[in-house]
């Protein structure tokens, strides 16, 4: 009995004495770059909380030009100035854009596109997950619209000023979950059969191929690209499954945290040398295996043109 309740009380506080470490050693990966960016100009998208906020204020605080792009105005505003306190750059600007809209994304892209003369770093980091069926204000299904549509759509839209600031990156932030991932074309709206976990890991694999598909077609031309999984991540990601939401809760202890979780997002978009790479998944600042389904080459090309038709795009 006495042992019993020794173990009671002393195993979740030896857990509890012992979780930073353990959090230390499973969240391997920093980026170690040293990299400056004054002068340069960068947007991160769903940049007001998570992964995508602690990667803002990291290319702030590098002298970067920062854009903020978030669909919550109120909450990018009080990030913006928030990164700015801290960092003492004055240049990070909250912009509008939700995903889940082409018309916003257009809106956004023609503001940028006139403001800027530049862009260097491109980071497509929003993303929902395992949200109950529902379509964008396009008709698409949320995962597949705002995940991969939406940053298919919005990197389209800020090619050419990406080429003409070469060297530039575009780093898409996918995930492992992307293993359990297929892309369905009879059913890439989820009319036919739906589930919200899968449908994420659809719109993960299509973030990898997209990496892949953009990065051929990118040859030569100076701006690479990168897919990216930031580890399993303390985040509002969760905010769509109580179950998910109590696993994180349970978990806490052990997984990354928001500013640990953006470092391969860092490393793709900072370390130098990295243009031999394009095109390639990243995990804990290494190339990472991606699944078979991940490295054919055929559906990377056929979700391209089928992305382009989607949303009224020339197909080259
Ligand atoms: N957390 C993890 O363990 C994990 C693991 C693997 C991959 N990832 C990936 O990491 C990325 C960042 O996720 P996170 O963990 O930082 O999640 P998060 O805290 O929920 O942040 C997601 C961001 O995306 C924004 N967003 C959602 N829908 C949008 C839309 N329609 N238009 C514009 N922005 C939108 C959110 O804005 P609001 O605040 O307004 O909702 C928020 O800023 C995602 O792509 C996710 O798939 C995360």
Excluded at 282 to 292: G, I, K, L, Y
Aim: one cysteine or more.
């Amino acid at each position: 009995m006495v042992v019993l309740l020794l173990l009671l009380f002393l195993l979740p506080f030896l857990l509890y004495v012992t979780a930073p470490q353990i959090r230390k050693m499973l969240s391997s990966g920093v980026c170690t770059s040293t990299v400056q960016l004054p002068g340069k100009v960068a947007v991160v998208t769903g940049a007001n909380t998570g992964i995508g906020k602690e990667t803002a204020k990291e290319l702030a605080q590098r002298g970067a030009r920062v854009y903020l792009a978030c669909r919550d105005m109120q909450k990018g505003e009080l990030v913006a100035r928030e990164i700015q306190d801290m960092t003492g750059n004055q240049e990070v600007l909250a912009r509008k854009l939700d995903l889940s809209d082409t018309k916003s994304i257009r809106a956004f892209a023609k503001d940028f596109l006139a403001q800027e003369k530049h862009l260097h770093i491109l980071i497509n980091n929003a993303g929902v997950m395992m949200c109950p069926y529902s379509k964008t204000a396009d008709g698409f299904e949320m995962h597949m619209g705002v995940n991969h549509l939406g940053h298919f759509l919005l990197t389209h839209l800020l090619l050419e000023k990406l080429k003409e600031s070469a060297p530039s990156r575009v780093v898409n932030v996918s995930s492992l979950a992307h293993h359990l991932g297929r892309i369905h074309f009879h059913n890439l709206q989820g009319e036919k059969f739906y589930n919200s976990g899968l449908a994420y890991c659809h719109s993960k694999l299509a973030n990898i191929l997209f990496t892949q598909e953009l990065a051929r077609r990118l040859k030569g031309s100076g701006v690479t690209t990168y897919s990216v999984h930031p580890g399993t991540v303390k985040s509002e990601l969760v905010r769509h499954s109580s179950f998910m939401r109590s696993m994180w809760w349970l978990f806490s202890f052990f997984i990354k945290t928001p500013q640990q979780g953006a470092q391969t997002s860092l490393y793709c978009a900072l370390t130098e040398g990295l243009e031999i790479l394009s095109g390639n998944h990243f995990s804990d600042c290494h190339v990472a295996w991606v699944s078979a389904q991940a490295r054919n080459e055929t559906i990377a090309r056929r979700l391209w043109d089928v992305s382009c038709d989607l949303l009224g795009l020339p197909m080259d």
